[in-house]
Antibody, heavy 121, light 108 residues
Framework: QVQLVESGGGVVQPGGSLRLSCAAS????????MHWVRQAPGKGLEWVAFQRYDGSNKNYADSVKGRFTISRDNSKNTLYLQMNSLGAEDTAVYYCAKDRMATSATCLDYWGQGTLVTVSS | EIVLTQSPDTLSLSPGERATLSCRASQSVSTYLAWYQQKPGQAPRLLIYDASNRATGIPARFSGSGSGTDFTLTISSLEPEDFAVYYCQQRYNWPPITFGQGTRLEIK
């Protein structure tokens, strides 16, 4: 069965950096696009970033563009999110999610359990 | 950016009743709309994609309809496990993909 397991969350000071990882199993990771989506405490869902199956294209929400970088290692079945210049507004549970398709964002058919990032001094 | 507005914010119903949730887009998204269910402390789960297609393993009591700017998620007869928050999501004009603000379905 499809499994997505995020790690790397924690408490970080404003202006700091953090790298999230998402280990994928139960499907051919290199065949699908992958997303990061976040959810601030008590709030709704906010899409963060998408990377197509082969890593050749990346897309970001305006709120994170220039600060966050999505990447993937298909040899390790792992998705990453490098987060720099973090602010309080980035405090959220971060989910990695699999897209139904390979090359373009469509819908997110499997989600990890999420990892909490708290930006606080 | 396409804005999705869900209504109502909260829907109070009893088990066995029919639930109708609405999602309206600020411009046409064709049928490129999905619905998700999220229970407290859990990740979202895909229910419906491309407006009317049930995702793998989703019970037949869940159905989706609509096109253009107006969409509906219908739960024909509510089960106790259906009480949750529901989100719609569009991918017609992306990036970004966008989500609605959510509808909370609570037990009356």
């Amino acid at each position: 069965q499809v499994q997505l397991v995020e790690s790397g969350g924690g408490v970080v000071q404003p202006g700091g950096s953090l790298r999230l990882s998402c280990a994928a199993s139960g499907f051919t990771f290199s065949d699908y696009g992958m997303h990061w989506v976040r959810q601030a405490p008590g709030k709704g869902l906010e899409w963060v970033a998408f990377q197509r199956y082969d890593g050749s294209n990346k897309n970001y929400a305006d709120s994170v563009k220039g600060r966050f970088t999505i990447s993937r290692d298909n040899s390790k079945n792992t998705l990453y999110l490098q987060m720099n210049s973090l602010g309080a507004e980035d405090t959220a549970v971060y989910y990695c999610a699999k897209d139904r398709m390979a090359t373009s964002a469509t819908c997110l058919d499997y989600w990890g359990q999420g990892t909490l990032v708290t930006v606080s001094s | 950016e396409i804005v999705l507005t869900q209504s109502p914010d909260t829907l109070s119903l009893s088990p066995g009743e029919r639930a109708t949730l609405s999602c309206r887009a600020s411009q046409s998204v064709s049928t490129y709309l999905a619905w998700y269910q999220q229970k407290p402390g859990q990740a979202p789960r895909l229910l419906i994609y491309d407006a009317s297609n049930r995702a793998t393993g989703i019970p037949a009591r869940f159905s989706g309809s609509g096109s253009g700017t107006d969409f509906t998620l219908t739960i024909s007869s509510l089960e106790p496990e259906d009480f949750a928050v529901y989100y719609c999501q569009q991918r017609y004009n992306w990036p970004p993909i966008t989500f609605g603000q959510g509808t909370r379905l609570e037990i009356k």
